[in-house]
């Protein structure tokens, strides 16, 4: 039960915490009070549940830290600091080695997110470059302002002036959980600004809006319990929205696992799709197991409100969604995580009971995938071809899906390949490589989810027809071993400025 008060607690004070801060404008008679998802504590804590309160523009928060940086002071409690059981003493982060940035211009650049390998150390972007006589060589290293965040995904905007990086386990440490970069110079990132949502917490898949700003899904509650939200921000960063806001919504996200970790949006046709992964506070100890989802959520994306659930049966968290480029049908592949499958959803389709939205069966990607905790993807610009890295399986499985009625593993599932515990998956633009960061999530004695990982990021040829060659490393922990207790590279951003005239941000 520490889990659970230890969460709940952390809840019931940012609970007090926004109501705590001035407010302006006024609350649509259509929508729900700004504070919706701060009820789920009640369980928990019977009767914590805060007034209604008006909305804020922006609507996110950035807190300074609670132990400030005092050099020659604060360093010894990084090291002395216990482990708590859910909630972590939030000590400033030590500072690093001064880096010596690289003069190389390179036209592939390659953006990692990475945290420190002790978790001491501040969390930091590496940018690096992917061309060929040039491949692996550091241009810079920018840190943030603090440590133990366990970066996750990482997205650009459309205009390339701003990456986000999202921290999962940021809150532990009760700081910011989201934050960005000022790229407008591709060579020289700079830290710009971090923040926090209101109503949620644990940021995952990231989804560049075509005018600037950002959809992020943001998997659990404040508390890291269940709901989680779609938070929307503005060109320069800032939350505006935590999605959704409308009654028959809201709804929908309380009477089911609401967990959103994959996210996909088809601008054209005005949807979106969001699929449901793991209840967060489920990974910690003591646990009873982690609460895993086998549902997605189908959104008309102009108005942001959730049109319908989509079930996967037996799905054990549906860890990524992303929609086929180009299909007839906007059809999307979706990994369902415990059978090891890939589904295929169709959200113009009608279901006999006449909900919109179907999903059927694709492929069963084997044994290796099944029970792997984890199975991320990534589709061709063509839609014809389609990655999959199977985490505990130590493997990435290629699809050819040009024909979804006659689909062609392009790899060998029994091979053994040399990588450990694959995760993030990019395509490079030019689609002559796969990008794949070996590590998914290592949550320390806290938690029962730490996989093995190798710390590299694995830039992979793929041949003529599809499959994969593996060639060349980038081997994070070996660089940082000294300087930050090694390095935890979790996902990557891809720059191609070979035409300088249509620049590529993926």
């Known amino acids: ?64 830290p609670l132990i400030p940086l005092i050099p020659g002071v604060t360093e010894p409690l990084s090291d002395n600091a216990p482990p708590l059981p859910i909630l972590q003493i939030p000590t400033p982060p030590l500072e690093s080695e001064p880096f010596t940035a690289s003069n190389i211009k390179p036209k592939k650049i390659g953006y990692f997110w990475t945290g420190a390998g002790d978790n001491k150390h501040k969390d930091f972007l590496v940018t690096t470059s992917l061309d060929d006589d040039t491949f692996g060589t550091i241009i810079d290293i920018t840190d943030v302002p603090s440590s133990g965040n366990s970066p996750h995904h990482l997205g650009a905007s459309a205009d390339g002036k701003l990456l986000i990086g999202g921290g999962l386990l940021s809150l532990l440490k009760t700081q910011d959980t989201a934050f960005y970069f000022d790229v407008s110079n591709p060579y020289r990132p700079k830290f710009d600004h971090s923040n926090r949502g209101v109503l949620s917490s644990i940021v995952d898949e990231i989804r560049a809006k075509p005018d600037g700003g950002f959809f992020i899904t943001y998997m659990g509650s404040a508390a890291g319990t269940a709901p989680g939200r779609l938070v929307e921000t503005d060109k320069a960063g800032n939350i505006i929205h935590e999605w959704p806001e409308d009654v028959d919504s809201t709804l929908n996200i309380l009477g089911e696992q609401f967990s959103p970790h994959g996210l996909s949006i088809d601008f054209e046709k005005g949807i979106a799709l969001t699929s449901d992964f793991v209840v967060p506070y489920t990974i910690l100890k003591p646990t009873l197991g982690i609460q895993k989802a086998s549902t997605l959520r189908l ?25 086929i480029p180009g299909n007839s049908e906007s059809a999307a592949l979706a990994t369902a995580v415990g059978p090891g499958e890939v589904w295929i959803i169709y959200p113009f389709r009608t279901s006999p009971d006449g909900t919109q939205g179907v999903a ?113 490393t980038i081997d994070f922990e070996a660089i940082f071993t000294r300087s930050r207790g090694g390095a935890r590279p979790h996902s990557s951003v891809i720059f191609d400025l070979t035409d300088p005239e249509n620049p590529i941000y993926y």
Not at 12 to 18: K, P, R
Not at 23 to 46: A, F, N
Not at 442 to 455: E, F, K
Request: proline fraction near 8%; aromatic fraction near 6%.
């Open 1 to 64: 039960m520490h889990g659970l008060v230890g969460f709940a607690l952390l809840g019931h004070f940012v609970s007090h915490l926004v109501h705590a801060i001035p407010t302006t404008g006024t609350t649509s008679s259509k929508k729900l009070p700004l504070d919706v998802g701060l009820p789920v504590l009640s369980p928990l804590l019977p009767g914590a549940v805060a007034p209604p309160v008006t909305k804020r523009s922006p609507l996110g928060l950035s807190l300074p």
């Open 299 to 323: 959104w008309n994306i102009n108005t942001k409100t959730i049109i319908s659930t989509i079930h996967i049966p037996n799905g054990a968290g549906i860890q990524d969604v992303k929609f």
């Open 360 to 472: 059927e069966r694709l492929y069963d990607l084997g044994d290796k995938a099944k029970e792997s905790l984890a199975i991320y993807s990534d589709i061709s610009d063509d839609g014809k071809l389609a990655y999959f890295s199977i985490t505990l399986g130590n493997h990435v499985a290629a699809l050819d899906i040009s024909d979804l009625n006659n689909v062609k593993r392009l790899d060998n599932p029994d091979e053994t390949q040399p990588i450990i515990g694959p995760h993030y998956v990019k395509i490079s633009p030019d689609k002559k490589n796969l990008l794949v960061t070996g590590y998914f999530v290592q949550a320390g004695d806290i938690s029962v989810l730490n996989t093995p990982g190798d710390y590299k990021a694995h830039w992979i040829d793929i041949n003529p027809d599809g499959s994969l060659g593996f060639n060349r």
